[in-house]
């Protein structure tokens, strides 16, 4: 039976059933609404449960995938009225996940179970095509659908703006676009709109794009702190130092992250062909079908910047997170061969030792 809070959390049949083929139905069932350094606050029916890992899956884990995040649905023993103990993760439906940052060929988990990624982006002072590029590979690699929000549409006249969302179009002409002023609220109910009772809608993008604003104004109250450039001491300080998932009533499900800085890609093969779909279209016209587009004759997508078709930083930027997954791939392998020559040498030692015996 689906309770309400869980149903309102968006907890599904497909859960359900999970749950109950694989013999857990004894555990308290919840989803992670907090986690700040591998501490967790479990959401479930009965009430909120400040959470820490079992230590099978303390062990167990190899990477930072293995740990809880926010989104999760987890299985949770309860130590008291306030306390429980995450024995176990359900099966994730998606997670959105960019490169750890300074360690090369690992991933950092930033929400899991999302729906829909709206990419929050300032239109005025901080507008910026090459990271919402980023931002759209990272969604594009965890599949799940991309939302452009343009923010802060009050600072700024309309023909500079119309120039903005024209550039855009030019890349991405099959992804939504909507505008907003957390100000005046321009905007904000056809994103109201956009979201449905159940699903979850993660929200991501830049220090200072209105994220938590945004928030707060579909809440309808101050549930987080937001600043100005102005009130914050260090220059490119977060104002959300955490991730945090929020019920809007009878609605969809908000997470709010942490501006991010680096967004560095990881392995999956399809996100460039989703996010630079321009460029690969035009390339199906090159002459050569191994074409690299850096300076063979006869090539569509050369020909198609010269022409102005395609931008040139997006090209660039293509051409960049190219090398940077193949970046990724290959540290990613030397960590799984360092990994493996470890194992050899603890077995060999174990081995030389029984042997001793
Ligand atoms: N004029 C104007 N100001 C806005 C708008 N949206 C947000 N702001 C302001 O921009 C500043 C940053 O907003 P936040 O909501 O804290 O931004 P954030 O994306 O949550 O930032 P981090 O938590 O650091 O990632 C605050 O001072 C907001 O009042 C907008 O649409 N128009
Ligand atoms: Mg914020
Ligand atoms: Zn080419």
């Known amino acids: ?157 309309k023909s500079e703006l119309a120039t903005n969302i024209d550039q855009i179009k030019k890349r991405f002409n099959d992804i939504q676009i909507l505008q907003l002023s957390n100000k005046s609220l321009v905007g904000f109910s056809a994103i109201k709109n956009v979201i449905k009772f159940g699903q979850t809608y993660c929200f991501i993008g830049a220090s200072g794009a209105g994220k938590s604003s945004l928030i707060n104004n579909l809440i309808g109250e101050k549930v987080m702190l937001t600043k100005s450039l102005r009130e914050k001491s260090g220059k490119g300080q977060h104002t959300t130092s955490h991730r945090e998932l929020f019920i809007l009533p009878n609605s969809g499900i908000l997470i709010d992250t942490p501006g991010m800085r680096e967004l560095g890609i990881t392995e999956s093969d399809t996100s460039l062909e989703s996010t630079f779909k321009v460029i690969y279209e035009i390339a199906i016209n090159c002459k050569f079908s191994d074409c690299k587009h850096i300076n063979e004759p006869y090539c569509a997508v050369i020909n198609a910047i010269e022409n102005g078709n395609v931008d040139r930083s997006f090209y660039d930027n293509f051409q960049k997170m190219k090398q940077e997954q193949k970046q990724f791939n290959l540290s990613k392998k030397g960590l799984k061969d360092k990994e493996m020559m470890k194992n050899i040498k603890v077995t060999s030692t174990y081995k030389k030792k029984s042997r001793k015996k």
């Open 1 to 157: 039976m689906l309770s309400i809070i869980l149903n309102s959390l968006g907890f599904n049949t497909h859960l359900e059933n999970y749950i109950q083929s694989h013999n857990l139905a004894d555990f308290e069932i919840g989803r992670v609404v907090r986690e700040s350094k591998k501490k967790y606050i479990v959401k479930t029916q009965l009430g909120n449960y400040q959470s820490q890992i079992s230590g099978n899956l303390r062990h167990t884990a190899k990477n930072r995938s293995d740990y809880p995040a926010v989104g999760d649905w987890v299985c949770i023993k309860l130590k008291d009225d306030l306390s429980a103990i995450i024995h176990k993760i359900l099966p994730r439906k998606t997670i959105i996940e960019r490169q750890a940052i300074g360690r090369f060929g690992k991933k950092q988990t930033i929400a899991t179970n999302v729906d829909v990624a709206f990419v929050m982006q300032d239109v005025s002072n901080d507008f910026n095509m090459n990271r919402l590029d980023r931002f759209l590979v990272i969604c594009f690699a965890s599949k799940i659908e991309p939302i452009i929000i343009l923010t802060k549409i009050d600072l700024m006249d």
